[in-house]
Structure formats: C-alpha cells, structure tokens
C-alpha cells in the first residue's frame, strides 16, 4: 500500500515552456503532499508543502508564481513550472502522507526528471 | 528544527552488518526517527520509523538510546543492491506540518 505516482517521468522541453508534473497518491487519500527538487549529487530540497483545498506554502526562497502548486484533490497535486529555463533543469519529487505528523511517513513518488534545452 | 548530522559515505562488503548513526542533539520530545533510502534516480523510500528503544522490521532495525539525540539504523547482511544514500530525519511535531528537511545523507558502498 501507499503507493504515489509521479508523471511524467522525464520531459525534455525548449526554454519558454510550462511543464505540469502530476502527483498522486494511488491507494490512500493525502491531505498535505510536498514537492522537493534535487540537484545532481545533492539532497532532497523542500519546496513547497501542499494542502488540499488551499494554498500552497512555499519555502524560503523558492518563487510561487514560477512554480505554480494545485492540491484539488485528496489524491492528485500538481507542479507547473512556468516559463522554464535551463537553471530549472533538475529532478522533481513529490510525496505525499496521509495526514500531517512527525509520526506520519511520506510516500515518495519515482520523481520527473526536467530537462530545459 | 531538528537538524541532524550522518556521516557523509560509508563502505562495506557484501554479507556485512552496516550501522549508519545520526545526530539529532535538538529533537523535540514528540519528534519520530525516520530513515529512508534513495537510489539514483528514484524517489526515497522509507526505510524504518522509531520514537525509542529498539525497533525492527523485515529489513533494518532502529535502535535510540534514552536521551534520543542519535539514532543508529542497522542493515544486517548488505547486499550489493543496497547500495544507495541513507537519510535520517526528525520529523517536525512542534510545528505539526509534516515537513521533512532532508540533510546529506549518508552514501552507502557495498562492495563484492
């Protein structure tokens, strides 16, 4: 059980596109999902935590009109990265947990790989 | 926030026990131990979760002393495929967001 599902899995796309990666949660409903990005060789970086219903909440630094959060459901998120460019080429994951607790593991999807030509 | 603190790689050899310790000199009295584990390329997996003592499931244990400001994950007999970076983190009760601030990792190298 507990399995998220990220789509796509790699997308290659021209400087100037918007690309929408779907998260979801296939056998549970998730009320907060988070989206990471990570660099080669790196660790996982939050960048926005994502409540069903409501806004999403970005962390420091990360723009929220250039990488657009929509929870419409309890079991699909979504991530619009707006007018990319190749510094936004990087690896995407989601995860998502069925409430919000320290007690609580997050379910991680496979992630999307983003290529900005 | 609870930062935590693992070495950064570790090797062994195949058939071995593997002990990865974390610090977490700042964790809060109803933060969880999770550990996770990511190959390249894929998301993190959960690996084991623990508040005290010992716990264990079909493919790691977790033991934290009393003062819970370490936490050591033990993988008995790696395999080669257990090659992959191995994350400790506190969860943030205070908070009560149920973000998780990931720090480096530990790289695990198994050798043959």
């Known amino acids: 059980g507990a399995v998220v599902s990220q789509h796509p899995s790699w997308v290659i796309c021209k400087s100037g596109t918007s690309v929408k990666i779907e998260c979801r949660s296939l056998d549970f409903q998730a009320t907060t999902m988070f989206w990471y990005r990570q660099f080669p060789k790196q660790s996982l970086m939050l960048m926005a935590t994502?409540?069903?219903?409501?806004?999403?909440?970005?962390e420091q630094g990360v723009e929220k009109d250039k990488f657009l959060i929509n929870h419409a459901s309890l079991t699909l998120s979504t991530l619009t990265v707006t007018s990319a460019h190749p510094e936004d080429s990087s690896f995407y994951i989601c995860?998502?947990?069925?409430?919000?607790?320290?007690?609580?593991?997050?379910?991680f999807g496979d992630g999307t790989r983003l290529s900005i030509l | 926030l609870a930062k935590t603190t693992q070495p950064i790689s570790m090797d062994s050899y195949e058939g071995q026990e593997v002990n990865i310790t974390c610090s977490h000199n700042?964790?809060?009295?109803?933060?969880?131990i999770t550990w996770y584990q990511q190959f390249p390329s894929q998301g993190p997996r959960f690996i084991i979760q623990?508040?005290?003592t010992k716990v264990t499931n079909e493919v790691a244990s977790l033991f934290i002393p009393a003062d819970r400001k370490s936490s050591t994950l033990s993988l008995p007999r790696v395999s080669l495929s257990d090659t992959a970076v191995y994350y400790c983190?506190?969860?943030?009760?205070?908070?009560?967001?149920?973000?998780?601030?990931f720090g480096q990792g530990t790289t695990l190298q198994v050798k043959p």
């Open positions: 995860s998502a947990t069925r409430w919000r607790g320290s007690n609580q593991p997050q379910h």
């Open positions: 983190l506190v969860g943030q009760s205070s908070s009560n967001t149920g973000k998780l601030i």
């Open positions: 994502s409540n069903e219903g409501s806004k999403a909440t970005y």
């Open positions: 700042n964790i809060a009295t109803n933060d969880y």
């Open positions: 623990g508040y005290k």
